[in-house]
Protein backbone atom coordinates (compact mmCIF):
# COMPACT_ATOMS: atom_id res chain seq x y z
CA UNK A 1 0.00 0.00 0.00
CA UNK A 2 1.75 3.47 -0.78
CA UNK A 3 0.54 6.98 -2.65
CA UNK A 4 -2.43 5.76 -4.61
CA UNK A 5 -5.08 6.25 -2.60
CA UNK A 6 -4.62 8.12 -0.31
CA UNK A 7 -4.74 5.76 2.83
CA UNK A 8 -3.56 6.36 6.37
CA UNK A 9 -0.19 4.71 6.22
CA UNK A 10 1.78 3.08 4.04
CA UNK A 11 2.78 -0.80 4.56
CA UNK A 12 4.91 -3.18 3.83
CA UNK A 13 4.98 -7.09 3.45
CA UNK A 14 7.19 -8.64 5.19
CA UNK A 15 6.30 -12.52 4.87
CA UNK A 16 2.86 -14.20 4.05
CA UNK A 17 1.68 -13.64 7.36
CA UNK A 18 3.04 -10.17 8.60
CA UNK A 19 3.46 -6.73 7.28
CA UNK A 20 4.77 -3.48 8.49
CA UNK A 21 1.97 -0.54 8.81
CA UNK A 22 4.11 2.75 8.66
CA UNK A 23 3.28 6.21 9.33
CA UNK A 24 4.30 9.54 10.80
CA UNK A 25 1.86 12.83 11.74
CA UNK A 26 2.67 15.97 14.01
CA UNK A 27 0.48 18.79 15.12
CA UNK A 28 0.93 22.24 16.56
CA UNK A 29 -0.41 22.54 20.17
CA UNK A 30 -4.75 22.91 19.79
CA UNK A 31 -4.11 23.69 23.27
CA UNK A 32 -2.30 24.90 26.23
CA UNK A 33 -1.37 21.96 28.72
CA UNK A 34 1.86 20.33 27.08
CA UNK A 35 0.47 16.97 28.96
CA UNK A 36 -2.77 17.23 26.90
CA UNK A 37 -1.25 18.07 24.07
CA UNK A 38 0.81 15.11 23.82
CA UNK A 39 -1.88 12.89 24.26
CA UNK A 40 -3.42 14.67 21.62
CA UNK A 41 -0.24 14.03 19.07
CA UNK A 42 0.04 10.80 20.12
CA UNK A 43 -3.57 9.62 19.56
CA UNK A 44 -3.70 11.46 16.18
CA UNK A 45 -0.69 9.09 14.79
CA UNK A 46 -1.62 6.16 16.29
CA UNK A 47 -5.18 5.95 15.28
CA UNK A 48 -3.42 6.03 11.30
CA UNK A 49 -2.10 2.08 12.38
CA UNK A 50 -6.20 1.37 13.86
CA UNK A 51 -7.88 2.70 10.42
CA UNK A 52 -5.38 0.29 8.61
CA UNK A 53 -6.76 -2.62 10.66
CA UNK A 54 -3.03 -2.54 12.67
CA UNK A 55 -2.04 -2.78 16.04
CA UNK A 56 1.08 -0.25 16.58
CA UNK A 57 4.01 -1.80 18.13
CA UNK A 58 7.06 1.29 18.34
CA UNK A 59 7.03 4.66 18.14
CA UNK A 60 9.41 7.63 17.57
CA UNK A 61 9.09 11.35 19.14
CA UNK A 62 9.03 13.81 16.08
CA UNK A 63 9.42 17.19 18.15
CA UNK A 64 10.25 20.59 17.69
CA UNK A 65 10.54 23.16 20.83
CA UNK A 66 11.62 26.71 21.32
CA UNK A 67 13.97 26.17 24.05
CA UNK A 68 14.86 29.90 24.13
CA UNK A 69 11.51 30.45 24.77
CA UNK A 70 9.66 27.45 26.67
CA UNK A 71 11.68 25.84 29.94
CA UNK A 72 12.69 22.09 28.73
CA UNK A 73 10.03 20.96 30.95
CA UNK A 74 7.21 21.63 28.64
CA UNK A 75 8.97 19.22 26.51
CA UNK A 76 9.37 16.86 29.17
CA UNK A 77 5.30 16.96 29.89
CA UNK A 78 4.64 16.74 26.15
CA UNK A 79 6.31 13.64 25.81
CA UNK A 80 5.10 11.99 29.23
CA UNK A 81 1.65 12.73 27.49
CA UNK A 82 2.45 11.05 24.93
CA UNK A 83 3.93 7.97 26.70
CA UNK A 84 0.63 7.79 28.32
CA UNK A 85 -1.23 7.07 24.92
CA UNK A 86 1.80 4.59 23.52
CA UNK A 87 1.70 2.50 26.76
CA UNK A 88 -2.41 2.66 26.67
CA UNK A 89 -1.67 1.21 23.07
CA UNK A 90 0.36 -1.50 23.80
CA UNK A 91 3.12 0.02 22.13
CA UNK A 92 6.79 1.13 23.25
CA UNK A 93 8.36 4.44 22.80
CA UNK A 94 11.95 3.62 21.04
CA UNK A 95 13.70 7.30 20.80
CA UNK A 96 13.20 9.82 18.00
CA UNK A 97 14.69 13.36 17.34
CA UNK A 98 14.05 17.03 18.09
CA UNK A 99 14.88 19.88 16.67
CA UNK A 100 14.86 23.67 17.75
CA UNK A 101 11.79 25.72 16.32
CA UNK A 102 9.97 28.78 17.14
CA UNK A 103 6.98 27.06 17.92
CA UNK A 104 6.25 24.12 19.21
CA UNK A 105 5.21 20.90 17.38
CA UNK A 106 4.86 17.48 18.56
CA UNK A 107 3.74 14.13 17.20
CA UNK A 108 5.19 10.39 16.11
CA UNK A 109 6.42 8.24 13.64
CA UNK A 110 4.43 4.87 14.21
CA UNK A 111 5.18 1.25 13.41
CA UNK A 112 2.69 -1.53 13.65
CA UNK A 113 1.95 -5.01 12.69
CA UNK A 114 -0.87 -6.34 10.07
CA UNK A 115 -1.66 -9.53 8.00
CA UNK A 116 -1.09 -8.42 4.58
CA UNK A 117 -4.47 -9.78 3.81
CA UNK A 118 -6.55 -8.38 6.65
CA UNK A 119 -5.64 -4.21 6.25
CA UNK A 120 -8.73 -2.06 5.36
CA UNK A 121 -8.38 0.10 2.90
CA UNK A 122 -9.88 3.31 2.54
CA UNK A 123 -10.71 2.42 -1.39
CA UNK A 124 -12.94 -1.09 -0.91
CA UNK A 125 -16.18 0.72 -0.63
CA UNK A 126 -19.32 -1.14 -2.37
CA UNK A 127 -22.77 -0.20 -3.60
CA UNK A 128 -25.36 -1.48 -0.94
CA UNK A 129 -22.87 -0.68 2.12
CA UNK A 130 -23.57 1.35 5.18
CA UNK A 131 -21.19 3.99 6.71
CA UNK A 132 -20.59 4.34 10.36
CA UNK A 133 -18.65 6.87 12.27
CA UNK A 134 -17.32 6.39 15.43
CA UNK A 135 -16.83 9.65 16.63
CA UNK A 136 -18.23 13.61 16.57
CA UNK A 137 -16.68 16.12 14.03
CA UNK A 138 -16.53 19.44 15.20
CA UNK A 139 -13.28 20.41 17.03
CA UNK A 140 -11.56 22.59 14.67
CA UNK A 141 -14.14 25.59 15.23
CA UNK A 142 -13.97 24.52 19.03
CA UNK A 143 -10.26 24.94 19.01
CA UNK A 144 -10.67 28.04 16.96
CA UNK A 145 -13.67 29.74 19.45
CA UNK A 146 -11.73 28.35 22.51
CA UNK A 147 -8.79 30.84 21.96
CA UNK A 148 -11.65 33.81 22.24
CA UNK A 149 -13.31 32.58 25.34
CA UNK A 150 -16.52 31.50 23.09
CA UNK A 151 -16.36 27.87 24.31
CA UNK A 152 -17.63 26.48 27.47
CA UNK A 153 -15.56 24.56 30.16
CA UNK A 154 -17.96 21.83 29.57
CA UNK A 155 -17.84 21.60 25.97
CA UNK A 156 -14.24 22.19 26.10
CA UNK A 157 -14.01 19.29 28.18
CA UNK A 158 -15.87 16.56 26.36
CA UNK A 159 -13.91 17.90 23.49
CA UNK A 160 -10.24 16.90 24.94
CA UNK A 161 -11.89 13.44 25.94
CA UNK A 162 -13.07 12.69 22.79
CA UNK A 163 -9.70 13.65 21.05
CA UNK A 164 -7.51 12.13 23.28
CA UNK A 165 -9.32 8.71 23.05
CA UNK A 166 -7.62 6.44 20.93
CA UNK A 167 -9.50 4.31 17.91
CA UNK A 168 -8.10 1.13 19.61
CA UNK A 169 -11.64 -0.20 21.18
CA UNK A 170 -13.29 0.96 17.65
CA UNK A 171 -10.40 -1.15 15.57
CA UNK A 172 -10.64 -4.47 18.13
CA UNK A 173 -14.29 -4.97 17.20
CA UNK A 174 -14.71 -4.03 13.71
CA UNK A 175 -11.87 -7.04 13.59
CA UNK A 176 -14.28 -9.27 14.09
CA UNK A 177 -16.34 -7.69 11.16
CA UNK A 178 -16.26 -7.85 7.37
CA UNK A 179 -14.74 -4.20 6.85
CA UNK A 180 -14.94 -3.22 3.25
CA UNK A 181 -13.01 -0.07 3.83
CA UNK A 182 -11.88 2.27 6.69
CA UNK A 183 -10.53 5.58 7.60
CA UNK A 184 -9.91 8.18 10.37
CA UNK A 185 -10.93 11.28 9.55
CA UNK A 186 -8.70 14.19 10.66
CA UNK A 187 -7.55 17.47 8.48
CA UNK A 188 -9.62 17.00 5.49
CA UNK A 189 -13.06 16.91 7.69
CA UNK A 190 -15.31 14.39 7.39
CA UNK A 191 -16.69 15.57 3.83
CA UNK A 192 -12.56 15.66 2.38
CA UNK A 193 -12.37 11.71 3.71
CA UNK A 194 -15.34 10.43 2.81
CA UNK A 195 -14.35 12.22 -0.78
CA UNK A 196 -11.06 10.06 -0.96
CA UNK A 197 -13.17 6.89 -0.10
CA UNK A 198 -15.60 7.79 -2.54
CA UNK A 199 -13.32 8.10 -5.41
CA UNK A 200 -10.80 5.46 -4.19
CA UNK A 201 -13.71 2.95 -4.52
CA UNK A 202 -15.41 4.09 -7.07
CA UNK A 203 -18.90 4.71 -5.22
CA UNK A 204 -21.24 7.45 -4.48
CA UNK A 205 -21.10 8.10 -0.85
CA UNK A 206 -24.63 9.67 0.66
CA UNK A 207 -24.28 11.22 3.91
CA UNK A 208 -27.22 11.96 5.91
CA UNK A 209 -26.87 15.61 8.15
CA UNK A 210 -29.17 14.74 10.45
CA UNK A 211 -27.24 11.46 11.78
CA UNK A 212 -23.51 13.09 11.65
CA UNK A 213 -22.70 13.01 15.59
CA UNK A 214 -21.52 16.88 16.35
CA UNK A 215 -19.08 18.19 19.15
CA UNK A 216 -21.16 20.19 22.04
CA UNK A 217 -21.74 24.09 20.94
CA UNK A 218 -19.65 23.04 17.64
CA UNK A 219 -22.80 24.14 14.96
CA UNK A 220 -23.92 27.14 17.31
CA UNK A 221 -20.34 28.62 16.89
CA UNK A 222 -20.48 28.09 13.20
CA UNK A 223 -23.50 29.47 13.38
CA UNK A 224 -22.28 32.82 14.72
CA UNK A 225 -19.64 33.20 12.24
CA UNK A 226 -17.03 31.06 13.81
CA UNK A 227 -14.70 29.14 10.87
CA UNK A 228 -11.18 27.55 10.53
CA UNK A 229 -8.37 28.32 8.23
CA UNK A 230 -9.02 25.37 6.64
CA UNK A 231 -12.53 24.99 6.18
CA UNK A 232 -12.29 26.90 2.99
CA UNK A 233 -9.41 24.44 1.48
CA UNK A 234 -11.31 21.44 2.32
CA UNK A 235 -14.71 22.63 0.53
CA UNK A 236 -12.90 23.38 -2.31
CA UNK A 237 -11.37 19.61 -2.27
CA UNK A 238 -14.67 18.20 -2.97
CA UNK A 239 -16.94 21.09 -4.55
CA UNK A 240 -16.72 19.64 -7.96
CA UNK A 241 -17.80 16.51 -6.32
CA UNK A 242 -20.29 17.01 -4.15
CA UNK A 243 -23.64 18.36 -3.73
CA UNK A 244 -25.93 19.22 -0.94
CA UNK A 245 -29.44 18.16 -1.36
CA UNK A 246 -30.90 19.16 1.70
CA UNK A 247 -31.67 23.00 2.46
CA UNK A 248 -29.41 23.26 5.40
CA UNK A 249 -28.08 27.12 5.71
CA UNK A 250 -23.94 27.65 4.72
CA UNK A 251 -23.01 27.75 7.88
CA UNK A 252 -24.71 24.27 8.57
CA UNK A 253 -22.67 22.96 6.08
CA UNK A 254 -19.56 23.65 7.30
CA UNK A 255 -19.41 21.25 10.12
CA UNK A 256 -18.08 18.44 7.52
CA UNK A 257 -15.61 20.62 6.16
CA UNK A 258 -14.34 20.99 9.86
CA UNK A 259 -10.96 19.68 10.05
CA UNK A 260 -10.08 17.44 12.85
CA UNK A 261 -8.10 15.92 14.99
CA UNK A 262 -7.66 12.44 15.78
CA UNK A 263 -10.69 11.93 14.82
CA UNK A 264 -12.95 9.05 14.67
CA UNK A 265 -13.09 6.13 12.26
CA UNK A 266 -15.08 6.49 8.79
CA UNK A 267 -16.17 2.50 7.99
CA UNK A 268 -17.98 1.01 5.29
CA UNK A 269 -19.36 -2.27 5.79
CA UNK A 270 -22.11 -4.91 4.05
CA UNK A 271 -25.61 -3.42 5.27
CA UNK A 272 -26.31 -7.02 6.41
CA UNK A 273 -23.34 -6.55 8.83
CA UNK A 274 -24.07 -3.01 10.06
CA UNK A 275 -26.62 -3.82 12.71
CA UNK A 276 -24.04 -6.02 14.22
CA UNK A 277 -20.98 -3.90 13.89
CA UNK A 278 -22.70 -0.83 15.36
CA UNK A 279 -24.44 -3.06 18.23
CA UNK A 280 -20.60 -4.52 19.07
CA UNK A 281 -19.64 -0.53 18.97
CA UNK A 282 -21.90 0.40 21.44
CA UNK A 283 -21.32 -2.22 23.75
CA UNK A 284 -17.82 -2.09 23.81
CA UNK A 285 -17.85 1.49 24.78
CA UNK A 286 -17.67 3.04 21.32
CA UNK A 287 -20.84 5.34 22.57
CA UNK A 288 -20.64 7.59 20.13
CA UNK A 289 -21.00 5.68 16.81
CA UNK A 290 -23.68 6.04 14.74
CA UNK A 291 -24.84 5.18 11.31
CA UNK A 292 -24.34 8.59 8.82
CA UNK A 293 -25.21 6.85 5.33
CA UNK A 294 -24.67 4.32 2.45
CA UNK A 295 -22.67 3.18 -0.41
CA UNK A 296 -24.62 3.73 -3.91
CA UNK A 297 -23.38 3.31 -7.03
CA UNK A 298 -21.31 6.28 -8.97
CA UNK A 299 -23.95 8.99 -10.63
CA UNK A 300 -21.90 10.82 -13.18
CA UNK A 301 -19.36 12.90 -11.57
CA UNK A 302 -20.87 12.70 -8.24
CA UNK A 303 -18.70 11.36 -5.34
CA UNK A 304 -20.81 12.99 -2.35
CA UNK A 305 -24.08 13.79 -1.53
CA UNK A 306 -25.47 15.38 1.81
CA UNK A 307 -28.97 14.69 2.41
Known sequence: MGFATNDDAGIYRLTEDIALVTTADFITPPVND????????????????YAMGGRPIACLNLAAFPIKKLHVSVLHQIIAGALSKITESGAVLAGGHTIEDDEPKFGLAVTGLVHPKKFWPNS????GDVLILTKPVGSGVIFNAHIKGWVSQRAMEACIVTLTTLNQKAAAILADFEIHAATDVTGFGLAGHAFEM??????LLEIDMDQVPVMMESLELYEKGV?????RHNRLL????AIFEKGLPRWHEEIVFDPQTSGGMLISVPESQGAAVLKAL????????????RAKEPKQSLNLIFK
Not at 124 to 127: L, Q
Not at 238 to 241: L, Y
Not at 283 to 290: H, I, L, Q, S
Open 34 to 49: PYIYGQIAAANAINDV
Open 124 to 127: GARS
Open 198 to 203: AKGSDV
Open 227 to 231: TTGVN
Open 238 to 241: VEKS
Open 282 to 293: QAGGVKDACFIG
